[in-house]
């Protein structure tokens, strides 16, 4: 098996979607590649604990993509490792630093809930500065969240222009909670100028692109306000959903 098949099956394992490029092997020094080699090699023969080992190492050694992994590992509890929140924390934040985008994401949300077993408080203002680092890079959900909290003043004075902003962006890229969201807005008019057709559309959207979970929330969503619309009105909506999709097809 490759480097890059052995990387492909611990990340559907661990429901990763990252390469191998970027900020997870970011100029690693050599005995942490190293390190992190030999991991991939004891993960291919099936020995999780030796891979773990050598990972540790490497992400000792610096090297982000071993911290990346074992962040995952010890935050799910897959593969034979023992679920450990504080393990989680310690290398999200590594990797984060190291430039991973789904760690600094990952890590936002830590601060945002904070963690009373590792004795980690709720942080608005880290939560923040972490998903600002994956929101330029940029991930979508990252986006969304750090909208949410400009749109709720959580770490920032209340900004409700700037935080529809940054839900527009996740839109564009056809993140589901950011469409649905839109579409709430745009119900309740919330900064902008009330429009159900707007809305709906929106919401059209989010379930069109959402996984099962977040098409049930737009469905929820879709009973809440389905009495404000008149005859015809869904028509009109659903083609203003397509011409949406048609003017972001290269977002």
Same mark, same amino acid.
């Given at each position: 098996?490759?480097?890059?098949?052995?990387?492909?099956? &611990?990340?559907?394992?661990?429901?990763?979607? @990252?390469?191998?490029?970027?900020?997870?092997? #970011?100029?690693? &020094?050599?005995?942490?590649?190293?390190?992190?080699?030999?991991?991939?090699?004891?993960?291919?023969?099936?020995? *999780?604990?030796?891979?773990? %080992?050598?990972?540790?190492?490497?992400?000792?050694?610096?090297? =982000?993509?071993?911290? !990346?992994?074992?962040? /995952?590992?010890?935050?799910?509890?897959?593969?034979?490792?023992?679920?450990?929140?504080?393990? #989680?924390?310690?290398?999200?934040?590594?990797?984060?630093?190291?430039?991973?985008?789904?760690?600094?994401?990952? &890590?936002?949300?830590?601060?945002?809930?904070?963690?009373?077993? %590792?004795?980690? $408080?709720?942080?608005?203002?880290?939560? +923040?500065?972490?998903?600002?680092?994956?929101? &330029?890079?940029?991930?979508?959900?990252?986006?969304?969240?750090?909208?949410?909290?400009?749109? /709720?003043?959580?770490?920032?004075?209340?900004?409700?222009?700037?935080?529809?902003?940054?839900? %527009?962006?996740?839109?564009?890229?056809?993140?589901?909670?950011?469409?649905?969201?839109?579409?709430? %807005?745009?119900?309740?008019?919330?900064?902008?100028?009330?429009?159900? +057709?707007?809305? !709906?559309?929106?919401?059209?959207?989010?379930?069109?692109?959402? =996984?099962?979970?977040?098409?049930? #929330?737009?469905?929820?969503? @879709?009973? $809440?306000?389905?009495?404000?619309? $008149? =005859?015809?009105?869904?028509?009109?909506?659903?083609?203003?959903?397509?011409?949406? *999709?048609?003017? /972001?097809?290269?977002?």
């Amino acid at each position: 098996m490759t480097v890059r098949r052995s990387l492909a099956s &611990l990340a559907a394992m661990l429901g990763l979607t @990252f390469t191998l490029a970027g900020g997870v092997v #970011a100029n690693p &020094l050599p005995e942490a590649q190293a390190a992190y080699d030999r991991g991939l090699a004891a993960h291919r023969a099936g020995d *999780v604990a030796s891979a773990v %080992i050598e990972w540790e190492a490497a992400a000792e050694g610096g090297h =982000t993509g071993a911290a !990346w992994l074992l962040a /995952n590992l010890y935050d799910k509890g897959v593969g034979g490792v023992v679920q450990n929140d504080a393990r #989680a924390y310690e290398y999200y934040l590594q990797a984060a630093r190291g430039g991973q985008p789904e760690a600094a994401y990952r &890590l936002g949300l830590i601060y945002l809930e904070g963690n009373e077993a %590792i004795g980690l $408080k709720r942080n608005y203002v880290e939560a +923040l500065k972490s998903f600002e680092v994956a929101a &330029l890079l940029p991930r979508a959900d990252a986006q969304f969240q750090l909208g949410m909290m400009h749109r /709720n003043g959580l770490g920032v004075p209340l900004d409700r222009t700037e935080g529809l902003r940054w839900i %527009i962006l996740s839109a564009k890229k056809r993140y589901s909670p950011a469409l649905a969201e839109l579409g709430r %807005i745009y119900f309740e008019g919330e900064g902008v100028a009330a429009d159900r +057709l707007q809305g !709906w559309s929106f919401l059209m959207l989010a379930n069109r692109f959402g =996984t099962a979970e977040e098409r049930r #929330a737009a469905d929820e969503l @879709f009973e $809440k306000y389905a009495n404000r619309m $008149k =005859t015809g009105e869904r028509e009109k909506a659903l083609e203003m959903a397509d011409a949406w *999709v048609a003017a /972001n097809s290269g977002s």
